[in-house]
């Protein structure tokens, strides 16, 4: 089955590359590829709301890179995770609780969120 994962960088460098798939390094927790291909259906304007980075903060985007690796900057975490709290009120999934988890972990200690697409 496809997943994306979601992990917390601890230490964040501006101008690098996060290209590399390394779930282990940045402690990811995996949400299935049909949840995030809802979400994005569902809260698609929400999403291209907020402010993220494609592998690396000279390149600036919207939304989550479905194929790629996104950055979540810290500023834009709050919103993010207002996102997948009310998509978890409708869906009352085990794997986007972890996700909520995960985001409010980020907020707490001001770090990036990073994002690997399938």
């Given amino acids: 089955m496809a997943k994306h994962d979601f992990g917390i960088i601890d230490i964040f460098k501006e101008n690098k ?50 194929y790629g690796v996104t950055l979540i900057p810290p500023e834009s975490l709050g919103h993010f995770r207002d996102i997948i709290v009310k998509a978890n009120d409708r869906y009352e999934s085990q794997e986007l609780k972890l996700l909520i988890e995960k985001i409010s972990d980020a907020i707490r200690n001001n770090k990036y969120l990073i994002h690997y697409g399938i």
């Fill in 17 to 66: 590359w996060y290209s590399d798939y390394e779930p282990d390094k940045y402690n990811c927790i995996s949400v299935s590829d049909d949840l995030i291909e809802e979400l994005i259906i569902e809260y698609k304007e929400e999403l291209t709301a907020i402010k993220t980075f494609f592998q690396i903060t000279t390149q600036p985007g919207t939304g989550l890179d479905y």
